[in-house]
């Protein structure tokens, strides 16, 4: 029994001999960071030795303090990854500013603000579909891709349709209206987010707006946006509410009584007062009395110059 | 009329993702640095620089240009260098006589000077003047502070959080054991700062630990602090706030005692007496007319005090 502890003591004191030690002693225990590789060591420096024997102090202050951070990091998990020995790391506890500001959240568009509120979802496309004249998969959109018309050299005449139109240069017209239009809402979506004046009149996305586009700015200048600002009703909403409306609607249908518009009513009696009264003052009061903010008030599409208060926008 | 506002599309599919790799992101990049050269800049400091910018590389941009600037006066032109390539640590290198080899170190957020810090160059030892081999590119250090200056003084702790952003290199997950290669150490006494580089080698101990041993790898620096100018305590403490999603879910309920072991605590609803299963006995058995009856589970034939009816009777009791 004793010849076997002095054999174990013996080759411990030779391993002792042939090794130098990993362990060290701190009076007062160093703090690690392992996300960070981080060691902070509180202990105090001994001035003398630093000013005496500068660069042996240092280099034993650091190897003592790597020592320790890598028996730290030896008593972590290991696993294999991409034929390397690593050891996952804990995150990092030592708090570093970021460098930019926290990302904000992308404000919706007003295509996704109504999709949420009539609850549409987005659907995933397959993006290979199936072409049936050439039997074969092709992308749907993009190079290559499927009922690509854009270099057909013919174009059948629509039915009942004028022949002498350049349908080619009609087709082409169509794609850059499409593009235009696009360009519009992307801006007017940004405008939005950025809560500055969203644009409606005045601004077309080309440099030679088309007639449509014109039309459109046109309409929305005569209805001082009215349009622009519906508020979307979900699908599924008030079921009283709804049917209240419609009670309301048969009510007047079936009353004998013709229904009765107080403001209307005011409005044609103050015309006829004026009418007969003086007739210089007569288009400054109708200014006046311009009724209720986009009440009452019929789109006015097409050509010509309209009502002139809505050149103001 | 003029377009209102002309949010311009990146025309390129390049420049849409250098477009997009800058924006805010909740999992950062690593920061970049730049090293700008000022108009006065000595040798001593520019070898330091070039020096540093070895180090920090592949994150380090090396600008050589002379440039007219003080930061601490005007940081507005080193502003404008961080925005233009996205880098959001910078060291600026001067030299006169008030302040001779003087080193500028700071830290931006949103392009903005957040920390800076003012060093002297007492002594300068170059990367090369040193002999043997270099570590390699991007080499992830362990980083060193010693010293009691470093926990206890406040803006020494915010030099130290310096230190740690400007060196500590990209963020990683997970570390290979034999990649751990090069040890930086930063010892603080009496307003000056001595930063030394090493490489580590790793030499056999008899157990499964290696031993340590380290071998100078340049370059050596013993650097006196002079101004600073850190951000208010406000600033900085929203430059620290971390997106919720990167933060741990809290745990509740569960709590970690001091000797390790995990203890958690768990609600139940109030046990029902009636379904007990007690001990079978043969007089207890329900004979067939109680078992129509009362139905075949409740067990005893009295009847069992249902939950509406304790409430009712607590709250009697509470009222009187």
């Given at each position: 029994m004793a010849e076997i502890v002095e054999k174990v003591l013996a080759r411990a004191s030779e391993t002792a001999e042939k090794f130098k030690p990993v362990t060290v002693s701190k009076d007062i225990d160093v703090e690690f960071d392992l996300g960070n590789l981080l060691v902070s060591d509180p202990n105090p420096i001994n001035t003398k030795l630093l000013r005496t024997e500068q660069e042996d102090y240092i280099k034993a202050l650091a190897r003592d303090n790597t020592q320790l951070i890598i028996n730290k990091i030896w008593e972590l998990p290991t696993e294999r990854f991409e034929d390397a020995l690593v050891v996952k790391l804990p995150p990092p506890t030592t708090i570093v500013p970021r460098e930019k500001p926290l990302p904000k959240a992308k404000p919706p568009t007003r295509w996704e603000q109504y999709a949420k509120k009539k609850g549409i979802q987005k659907r995933k496309k397959e993006k290979l579909v199936w072409d049936e004249t050439v039997q074969d998969w092709k992308p749907?959109?993009?190079?290559?891709?499927?009922?690509?018309?854009?270099?057909?050299w013919l174009i059948e005449v629509p039915e009942n349709s004028d022949p002498n139109i350049d349908y080619f240069g009609k087709k082409k017209e169509e794609k850059k209206e499409r593009i235009a239009k696009n360009e519009f809402q992307r801006l007017r979506n940004i405008a939005r987010a950025q809560k500055t004046k969203v644009p409606g009149v005045g601004i077309t996305p080309s440099e030679t707006p088309s007639k449509q586009q014109v039309n459109r700015n046109f309409f929305r200048c005569q209805t001082n946006g009215y349009f622009d600002s519906t508020q979307f009703e979900a699908n599924v909403g008030d079921f009283n509410k709804e049917k209240g409306k419609n009670l309301q609607i048969l009510k007047e249908l079936q009353s004998k009584k013709p229904k009765l518009d107080v403001d209307k009513a005011v409005k044609t009696l103050s015309h006829e007062e004026s009418q007969s009264g003086d007739k210089k003052k007569e288009p400054k009061r109708r200014s006046k009395s311009?009724?209720?903010?986009?009440?009452?008030r019929k789109p006015f599409v097409g050509k010509g110059k309209g009502n002139k208060k809505g050149k103001k926008r | 009329m003029g377009v209102l506002h002309r949010v311009k599309k990146p025309q390129t599919r390049k420049g849409k993702l250098y477009l997009e790799n800058k924006e805010p992101k909740v999992q950062e990049n690593a920061k970049t640095a730049i090293f700008v050269r000022g108009s006065t800049a000595s040798e001593v400091v520019l070898k330091a620089m070039k020096d540093f910018c070895s180090l920090k590389k592949p994150h380090g941009v090396f600008f050589n240009r002379k440039n007219e600037t003080r930061p601490f006066e005007d940081p507005l032109s080193l502003e404008f260098f961080s925005k233009k390539n996205d880098a959001s640590l910078f060291m600026f290198g001067s030299h006169n006589k008030k302040r001779p080899h003087n080193l500028i170190i700071g830290r931006m957020y949103d392009y903005h000077v957040l920390d800076m810090l003012e060093l002297g160059v007492e002594s300068f030892q170059p990367l090369a003047e040193f002999e043997g081999p270099k570590i390699p590119v991007g080499t992830k250090p362990v980083l060193l502070f010693a010293g009691e200056t470093f926990e206890t003084e406040p803006d020494y702790q915010r030099l130290k959080n310096l230190f740690l952003d400007f060196f500590r290199g990209q963020e990683i997950s997970r570390v290979r054991l034999?990649?751990?290669?090069h040890v930086i150490i930063f010892i603080a006494v009496e307003d000056m700062i001595y930063w030394r580089n090493y490489r580590i080698l790793m030499k056999k101990s008899g157990t499964k630990i290696p031993r340590i041993e380290l071998v100078e790898m340049g370059p050596r620096m013993n650097l006196s602090v002079r101004r600073t100018k850190l951000a208010s305590e406000d600033m900085f403490k929203l430059a620290k706030k971390q997106p919720s999603v990167l933060k741990p879910k809290k745990k509740k309920n569960v709590k970690q005692t001091a000797l390790g072991s995990t203890v958690g605590r768990i609600h139940m609803k109030r046990q029902d007496f009636g379904k007990l299963q007690t001990r079978k006995i043969k007089s207890l058995k329900k004979t067939k007319p109680e078992q129509t009856k009362f139905g075949k589970n409740s067990k005893s034939l009295a009847p069992v005090s249902n939950y509406a009816k304790d409430a009712k009777f607590s709250r009697i009791l509470h009222a009187r």
């Open positions: 749907r959109w993009g190079f290559k891709r499927v009922n690509n018309d854009k270099n057909d311009g009724g209720k903010k986009g009440a009452n | 034999q990649g751990l290669e």
